[in-house]
């Protein structure tokens, strides 16, 4: 069974940043797609960003293009998104998820962190 635990969140301001980090434990093949989505109060959760286990074929949601890099920290066993110029809009709680192919649904999930933007 994989198990994520992301951490990083936290109280900022617009155009500051914040560093998100996803520890994953289990059994992950480098074929599986590690992503980040956000659910903002009053919406549904939409995906902000994927990337291989193995580091490549990365993915943005339009929105966050040019702001935010997702990454992988080998040493730690983690997937990073940096969030750089954050906006009042980027307020929401993040999760992280792994699914096994392209195709398939996001399978395993984190608990999420918050991430609050003030004006």
């Known amino acids: 069974q994989v198990q994520l635990v992301e951490s990083g969140g936290g109280l900022v301001q617009a155009g500051g940043s914040l560093r998100l980090s996803c520890a994953a434990s289990?059994?992950?093949?480098?074929?599986?797609?590690m992503g980040w989505f956000r659910q903002a109060p009053g919406k549904v959760r939409e995906f902000v960003a994927s990337?291989?286990?193995?580091?490549?074929?990365?993915d943005y949601v339009d929105s966050v293009k040019g702001r935010f890099t997702i990454s992988r920290d080998n040493a730690k066993n983690a997937v990073i998104l940096q969030m750089n110029s954050l906006k009042s809009e980027d307020t929401a709680v993040y999760y992280c998820?792994?699914?096994?192919?392209?195709?398939?649904?996001?399978?395993?999930w984190g608990q999420g962190t918050q991430v609050t933007v003030s004006s």
């Open positions: 998820a792994v699914k096994r192919t392209q195709l398939s649904a996001y399978q395993y």
């Open positions: 289990g059994p992950i093949s480098s074929t599986y797609r």
């Open positions: 990337i291989l286990w193995s580091g490549g074929y990365t």
